[in-house]
Structure formats: structure tokens, C-alpha cells
């Protein structure tokens, strides 16, 4: 298995652009988790999803980010309009279903985005 | 709210010492407990978790922790450092009622040669 993929790996944008991140989790992990890695404030959850939908969205900062699960291999997360403090490693990671509580995360190379 | 507390910010050893790197929890229920680590420039990996049962885990690369209920600790130790083991290392809990991940900040180990 590849393991959880992201893209891209490194993005550079201005201010108030339009940024997307996206992921692809393991095959068969029902669960998808956004996190966002700072030196201030360290690893944060942002938003996961069980089965393509939504659970808890409680960790995005504010309405300018948003995230979406099409299908079960695929996720995307947008930050519109993009600001400097947005600044940060963006991490996804998967985890199987089973027992609750017991699974293990597996998380992607995360993405380094850089806003000027 | 549930909460990760880890006391050292960045540790610096030499080679073949012994480390302890400690994480407090914040929980009232019962815990799942992680330590994940991150090498220079790739992304988190599990070390170890302790989920029940013997509260002495072992993990990868002569990795282990000691889970610590009445203390609500759980110390990451290795008897003995290498240079390789420089990396970022996070504790994290996980409470059984839900399934996110909180992380502590973050501890840096620097191993010297």
C-alpha cells in the first residue's frame, strides 16, 4: 500500500488566492483526518470524516477554510481567500474501522503551504 | 476538555545516553495513549500506543513507554540514544468516546555524535 497520499507537497501562493490540498487515504480506512502542524499552537485536527462525511468540523479556524470527501478515496480542503497566519504544514491521515477507539492513524508527508 | 501536556520543549543528548521524554493527559475517562515521532523532513509515525492491558508498551526501535494512570502519565524512554533518533516526538490522546487524536506540542530531541 502507498500509504496516505497528499499533494502538493509544497505550495507557495499570495494572499487572498484560493489554495486546495488534497489527499487520498489508505484503501478500506473509513476515517479521514485534517490537521494543521504550527510551530505556535503545534498539531491541530481541523475536521475528520467517517464514511465520506463530516463528524466534527469544530477545529476549522473560520469559514474561509471548508473540506469535502467525494468518495471514499479522495478529500480535498480549501482555504478562499488564503491569508499569511494560514502559514502551516497541513497533515491528512487515515485510520481503519474496527474497534472503537483502538485504531492507529496513519498520516501523509503533509502539505507545506506558505502564503506571502 | 481533553488535554496533552509534554515538559520538555527540546532535549539535547549524546549519543548512548538515556532518554525520557515526559507527556501528562488531561482525561477523565479511559485513554488511548501515542507516541508518534517525525524524522527531518517526513511525516509522523507511529512509535507505540498503549490501548489496555500491561502499562509497560514497547515499540519500534527499542522505544517504550510506561503508562502511569494515577500520574495520568506516559513517559516515552529509550535506555540508550542514537544519532538517528533525532526527530520531533508527539504524544497524543485518544479518549474512547471519540476518535480524534489530541497532540501535545511537541518534544525536539537533538542527538549528537
Known amino acids: 500500500d502507498a500509504g496516505v497520499i497528499q499533494s502538493p507537497r509544497h505550495e507557495v501562493t499570495e494572499m487572498g488566492q484560493e489554495v486546495t490540498l488534497r489527499c487520498k487515504p489508505i484503501?478500506?480506512?473509513?476515517?479521514l483526518f485534517w490537521y494543521r502542524q504550527t510551530m505556535m499552537r503545534g498539531l491541530e485536527l481541523l475536521i475528520y470524516f467517517n464514511n465520506n462525511v463530516p463528524i466534527d468540523d469544530s477545529g476549522m479556524p473560520e469559514d474561509r477554510f471548508s473540506a469535502k470527501m467525494p468518495n471514499a478515496s479522495f478529500s480535498t480542503l480549501k482555504i478562499q481567500p488564503s491569508e499569511p497566519r494560514d502559514s502551516a504544514v497541513y497533515f491528512c491521515a487515515s485510520s481503519p474501522s474496527g474497534g472503537f477507539g483502538t485504531d492507529t492513524q496513519y498520516f501523509g508527508p503533509g502539505t507545506r503551504l506558505t502564503v506571502l | 476538555a481533553q488535554s496533552v501536556s509534554q515538559h520538555n520543549h527540546h532535549v539535547i543528548l549524546s549519543e548512548a545516553a538515556s532518554l525520557e521524554l515526559g507527556c501528562n493527559y488531561s482525561y477523565g475517562g479511559t485513554v488511548n495513549l501515542f507516541w508518534y515521532v517525525q524524522y527531518p523532513g517526513q511525516h509522523l509515525q507511529l512509535l507505540l500506543k498503549?490501548?489496555?492491558?500491561?502499562?509497560l508498551v514497547k515499540g519500534i526501535k527499542g522505544f517504550e513507554a510506561e503508562f502511569i494512570k494515577s500520574k495520568f502519565s506516559f513517559n516515552l524512554r529509550k535506555p540508550s540514544v542514537q544519532w538517528s533518533d533525532t526527530a520531533e516526538y508527539f504524544c497524543?490522546?485518544?479518549?474512547?468516546?471519540?476518535?480524534?487524536?489530541?497532540f501535545g506540542k511537541g518534544t525536539t530531541l537533538s542527538v549528537s555524535s
Open positions: 497524543a490522546v485518544k479518549g474512547q468516546a471519540g476518535t480524534a487524536l489530541i
Open positions: 484503501s478500506g480506512h473509513d476515517y
Open positions: 498503549y490501548f489496555s492491558g500491561d502499562p
